[in-house]
């Protein structure tokens, strides 16, 4: 999990982690430490008009308020960690026969050519294993990941960072850096006490869901421990919660966000109370949005995604066996949706959180506020799985 990623570039220590996602851009910095400690946890709105499928169409546009926001921020790294975006990432566990390392990289891009819907010169493909050949018979079979990316979402991710005077590193996946964010909620008990703070964790031979849910794009990562087991996309994201208010409202999408960050719950109101993003204050509502009247509207969108969550927990039990979720984890900006956790808890009968990715760094000192930390979490997994990349990794 921590070693599999995208090594397109030598990398360089003390890159910080730059998220570009549909709707913003985020900034994570860290200064190297047992455990690393968090410097800067920043974001700004992306232009409007500058993403197309997860994709960069304005990378001038978008280098020129990142640079604002790392000159807004003071701060001067050279070297990023970025990911490309989860519509553009492609990964599979597949089976190889036992053989050296340094033979595996030409078997690997023949055996991944059949899984990939791109030919394979026209993408950046990486691998990590799942076994240690030393520990497989000589006949045997050993466990691959292997994760590609059309070369051309790669150069786009790449222009960026360079166009606002940072050098890339490494370009990552964004189901990998969520993984290596949220360690200290997957294996906390397992980890030496430096690495982490706090004691929310998951037995190492527990099955984990962590459900990433960005603006435009979600994925699904089924861990146990360090292995995982299944990474894969699916069709609803933050954005179709908003979308389905705009609609129902006929507002624009800036006022239908508003109306969902106010107003939304994905709990029946009178089940709503007390969540993990604080409690629902009817007293500021017009009638218009009543929490009740916008469930109704989102409710479609929430029943989509657990189907979503339940197709992709089918697809791995055809392919592997039958599987015991232990505990899920959601993380990213849709998880900041009021009521979330317990609503895909209720409908799916086991027990679901919002990741705490701030676990194995220490925040004392941060340039932040420890409520804006607290309050944005989600939305900081990837950047800061990025960062940690940058710092651990390097």
């Given at each position: 999990?921590?070693?599999?990623?995208?090594?397109?570039f030598n990398?360089?220590?003390s890159?910080i982690?730059?998220?570009?996602g549909?709707?913003?851009i985020k900034?994570v910095?860290?200064?190297p430490g047992?455990?690393?400690?968090?410097?800067?946890?920043v974001m700004?709105p992306?232009?409007?008009?500058?993403m197309?499928?997860?994709?960069?169409?304005e990378?001038q546009a978008?280098?020129?308020?990142?640079?604002?926001?790392?000159a807004?921020h003071?701060?001067?790294?050279?070297?990023?960690?970025?990911?490309v975006?989860?519509?553009s990432?492609?990964t599979?566990n597949?089976?190889?026969?036992?053989?050296d390392?340094?033979?595996?990289?030409?078997a690997i891009k023949?055996?991944?050519?059949?899984y990939?819907?791109y030919p394979?010169?026209?993408?950046?493909?990486?691998f990590?294993?799942?076994?240690?050949?030393?520990t497989?018979?000589?006949?045997g079979?050993?466990e691959a990941?292997?994760?590609a990316s059309?070369?051309?979402a790669?150069?786009?991710?790449?222009e960026v960072?360079?166009l606002?005077g940072?050098?890339?590193?490494?370009v990552?996946?964004?189901s990998?850096?969520?993984?290596r964010?949220?360690?200290?909620?997957l294996l906390?008990?397992?980890?030496?006490k430096?690495?982490l703070?706090?004691n929310n964790?998951?037995?190492?031979n527990?099955i984990?869901l962590?459900?990433e849910?960005?603006?435009?794009?979600?994925?699904?990562?089924?861990v146990?421990?360090?292995r995982?087991?299944?990474i894969?996309?699916?069709s609803?994201?933050a954005?179709?919660?908003?979308?389905?208010l705009q609609?129902?409202?006929d507002?624009d999408f800036?006022?239908a966000e508003?109306?969902?960050?106010?107003?939304?719950?994905a709990?029946?109101p009178s089940?709503?109370?007390?969540?993990d993003?604080?409690?629902?204050n009817?007293?500021?509502?017009?009638e218009?949005?009543?929490?009740a009247?916008?469930?109704e509207?989102?409710r479609?969108?929430?029943?989509d995604?657990v189907?979503?969550?339940?197709?992709?927990?089918?697809?791995y039990?055809?392919?592997?066996?039958d599987v015991v979720?232990?505990?899920?984890y959601?993380?990213?900006?849709?998880?900041?949706?009021?009521?979330?956790a317990?609503?895909?808890?209720?409908?799916?009968g086991?027990r679901?959180?919002?990741?705490s990715?701030?676990?194995?760094?220490?925040?004392?000192?941060?340039n932040v506020?420890?409520g804006?930390?607290?309050?944005?979490a989600?939305?900081?997994?990837?950047?800061?799985?990025?960062?940690?990349?940058?710092?651990?990794?390097g």
């Amino acid at each position: 999990m921590s070693s599999m990623l995208q090594r397109l570039f030598n990398s360089r220590p003390s890159a910080i982690g730059v998220e570009i996602g549909t709707s913003t851009i985020k900034v994570v910095a860290l200064r190297p430490g047992a455990p690393p400690i968090l410097q800067h946890a920043v974001m700004a709105p992306t232009p409007i008009g500058s993403m197309r499928d997860g994709l960069v169409i304005e990378p001038q546009a978008v280098a020129n308020e990142l640079r604002g926001l790392l000159a807004q921020h003071g701060i001067t790294a050279r070297y990023a960690v970025t990911a490309v975006p989860n519509q553009s990432a492609v990964t599979r566990n597949i089976m190889v026969p036992r053989m050296d390392r340094k033979d595996l990289q030409e078997a690997i891009k023949w055996e991944a050519e059949r899984y990939l819907p791109y030919p394979i010169d026209e993408v950046n493909l990486d691998f990590d294993l799942q076994d240690d050949p030393s520990t497989i018979p000589e006949d045997g079979q050993m466990e691959a990941v292997i994760a590609a990316s059309p070369s051309e979402a790669v150069a786009r991710q790449v222009e960026v960072l360079r166009l606002a005077g940072l050098e890339p590193t490494v370009v990552d996946l964004k189901s990998f850096s969520a993984l290596r964010a949220l360690r200290g909620n997957l294996l906390g008990k397992h980890l030496t006490k430096q690495t982490l703070i706090g004691n929310n964790y998951t037995e190492a031979n527990e099955i984990a869901l962590v459900l990433e849910m960005g603006a435009s794009s979600s994925v699904i990562s089924l861990v146990r421990g360090d292995r995982i087991l299944m990474i894969r996309n699916i069709s609803v994201a933050a954005d179709d919660f908003t979308t389905a208010l705009q609609k129902a409202f006929d507002l624009d999408f800036s006022a239908a966000e508003e109306v969902k960050l106010n107003y939304a719950t994905a709990t029946t109101p009178s089940d709503a109370g007390t969540t993990d993003h604080g409690q629902v204050n009817l007293s500021q509502t017009r009638e218009q949005y009543s929490p009740a009247r916008v469930f109704e509207v989102i409710r479609p969108v929430l029943g989509d995604l657990v189907t979503e969550v339940r197709r992709s927990l089918d697809f791995y039990r055809v392919q592997s066996g039958d599987v015991v979720i232990d505990r899920t984890y959601i993380a990213g900006g849709g998880a900041k949706l009021r009521g979330l956790a317990p609503a895909i808890s209720n409908q799916l009968g086991f027990r679901v959180e919002v990741g705490s990715p701030w676990l194995t760094v220490q925040t004392e000192g941060a340039n932040v506020d420890t409520g804006y930390l607290q309050s944005n979490a989600p939305e900081f997994t990837v950047p800061l799985g990025l960062a940690l990349r940058g710092v651990l990794h390097g």
